[in-house]
């Protein structure tokens, strides 16, 4: 189905989202049609925010809004769909168009396969009657779908519309890039190199990936890496549970842009904290890179004063490899913790590849690992 299509059936004029990648040509009609318009288009920190966000748009306007998502994001919209949206509390109807990784029978990453079995049961749950859109799925059939939601939506009730891999075709074509001139694989390599032997918690997407290729070209184990395959915006959490546990040994974490937004809280709780041995370094690209590039705010959020205000002794902002080196080394000597923001740029090479261990080998080599290190 041609994605303008989709578009003009549903008949919304206010989207927000989190990008995904099976939603790219949504992603990038909206882009293309509205680019970032607070009228008619945000992208959103995280799911659960877009979910309030589109309930504040139909408070203020009487209309229907749409919040589009990774079929991942539906943990974050469980709490403002079942106390806020729900017709037995203020009965706020949203049309929702997620993505479905992970659709059985379809081979996905491991992050997304029992994401794919539930997705449709989260969804019955909740209480959000949905329509699964796929390759061979007709206009007719979708504005039939249409016609029929109007009726839930008119009762308060929310609905969903499903899209399976490669079901929305005819995207406009969008260039994401910003001025940047660091690329995040040859930082990875850089941190790589500073952290030595020190364990690192990295996040979710193509910084992973490029970790473990770096571990891989440079002929190292694996096992000094948790590779964050899903639960975007955590790896902070994950890295600080092991700091605390592991007083006498350094952790790094390394963290995205789109990450640190999706759970900013987690900064605070960092900064409360103050774990002496953790340097927590988020490479800026401004964008959600591993889902097609679509923006985030960080590229105008300060980061830096955020940390400061959070609690953490130590933040810089870099922007060349030279100021990179010289950050690392200082968070390394200083022994409290650190932030380290890196402005980054928009790519990445394209025969980058995925791990070739599995998530559980990757938590067992790990805790191995943290088992020789002192307590």
């Known amino acids: 189905m041609k994605v303008q299509t989709l578009v003009e059936i549903i008949g919304s004029d206010f989207y927000t989202g989190v990008p995904d990648s ?7 009609y909206l ?15 995280n799911e659960g925010n877009c979910t309030a966000l589109a309930a504040g748009y139909h408070l203020a306007t009487g209309n229907v809004p749409v919040v589009y998502m990774q079929n991942s994001g539906e943990g974050n919209i469980i709490n403002p769909v079942a106390s806020l949206l729900n017709d037995k509390v203020y009965a706020i109807p949203i049309v929702f168009i997620i993505g479905w990784r992970g659709e059985p029978g379809v081979h996905d990453e491991p992050q997304h396969i029992y994401q794919g079995e539930v997705t449709i049961k989260l969804l019955d749950d909740m209480g959000i009657e949905s329509f ?3 390759k061979d799925t007709t206009d007719e059939d979708a504005k039939a779908a249409m016609e029929h939601f109007r009726d839930v939506l008119a ?8 899209i399976r891999k490669g079901a929305l075709t005819d995207a406009p074509k969008v260039e994401y890039r910003n001025d940047n001139t660091m690329v995040r694989e040859e930082i990875i390599q850089h941190i790589v190199k500073a952290s030595g032997e020190d364990p690192i918690v990295s996040t979710t997407g193509k910084a992973s990936r490029e970790l473990f290729e770096t571990r891989v070209a440079n002929g190292q184990s694996h096992k000094y890496d948790f590779l964050t395959v899903g639960s975007m915006g955590h790896s902070s959490s994950i ?3 092991v700091a605390i546990n592991k007083p006498d040994t350094r952790i790094w974490c390394v963290d ?13 709780v960092l900064g409360a904290n103050k774990p002496k041995n953790l340097i927590h370094i988020v490479i800026n690209n401004g964008a959600h890179e591993t889902v097609g590039g679509m923006p985030t705010v960080a590229a105008s959020v300060d980061l830096v004063q955020i940390a400061i205000a959070c609690g953490y002794p130590n933040a810089v902002s870099v922007d060349t490899f030279e ?18 923001e890196v402005k980054c740029s928009i790519g990445a090479r394209a025969d980058l590849g995925r791990p070739t261990t599995t998530a559980l080998e990757n938590k067992r080599n790990f805790m191995e690992y943290l088992k020789t290190l002192t307590v």
Do not use: W
Not at 31 to 45: N, S
Not at 155 to 162: I, P, T
């Open 323 to 340: 100021a990179l080196d010289v950050a690392l080394e200082a968070a390394k000597n200083r022994n409290e913790l650190s932030m380290i």
């Open 22 to 28: 099976q939603l790219k040509a949504l992603c990038n």
């Open 31 to 45: 882009m293309d049609t509205y680019g970032i318009d607070p009228h008619h288009h945000i992208i959103a920190a």
């Open 256 to 268: 995205g842009d789109g990450a640190v937004l999706m759970h900013m809280g987690s900064m605070a």
């Open 132 to 134: 699964v859109i796929g």
């Open 239 to 241: 890295a600080l549970g």
């Open 155 to 162: 009762d308060g009730k929310d609905v969903a519309f499903v």
